[in-house]
């Protein structure tokens, strides 16, 4: 991937507690090392995210809400059962809203105040 790292990602309180909640449960569940590994997947979805709100692997899910848009989070050809929920905003900042597995309803997981939001000018 090239070109510049000028977005700046950060977590909403639901998506701090669902990382927190998937990492302990990937712990309980299959142990520290696919907890750390499974950890370091999605920080590098995260960082992806640096690159911009469009970027390839993205899918527009204005459906839900307005500039809301969803990816999958995998890393050398590691896939992740998680997708990440965000919408970008002015100031180059994306907010994630939330980290939820790739089976669920994303529509009865967007926060209720997702819908004010207003997507990022281009």
């Given at each position: 991937?090239?070109g510049r790292?000028?977005?700046?990602?950060?977590?909403t309180a639901?998506?701090?507690?669902?990382?927190?909640?998937?990492?302990?449960?990937?712990n309980?569940?299959?142990?520290r090392?696919?907890?750390?590994?499974?950890?370091?997947?999605?920080?590098?979805?995260?960082?992806?995210?640096?690159?911009?709100?469009?970027?390839?692997?993205t899918?527009?899910?204005?459906?839900?809400a307005?500039?809301?848009?969803?990816?999958?989070v995998?890393?050398?050809?590691?896939?992740?059962?998680?997708?990440l929920?965000y919408r970008?905003?002015?100031?180059?900042?994306i907010?994630?809203?939330?980290?939820?597995?790739?089976?669920m309803?994303?529509?009865?997981?967007?926060?209720?105040?997702?819908?004010?939001?207003?997507?990022?000018?281009?």
């Open positions: 991937m090239s790292r000028d977005w700046q990602p950060r977590l639901d998506a701090k507690r669902d990382f927190d909640d998937i990492i302990r449960w990937t309980r569940k299959f142990g090392v696919q907890a750390a590994t499974y950890q370091e997947i999605i920080l590098s979805g995260l960082e992806r995210l640096k690159f911009g709100p469009e970027i390839a692997g899918r527009d899910r204005s459906d839900l307005p500039g809301l848009r969803t990816i999958s995998a890393r050398r050809g590691r896939s992740a059962s998680h997708i929920l970008a905003r002015n100031g180059m900042i907010d994630v809203l939330r980290i939820l597995h790739k089976n309803d994303v529509a009865r997981h967007v926060p209720p105040d997702a819908a004010s939001g207003v997507p990022v000018e281009h």
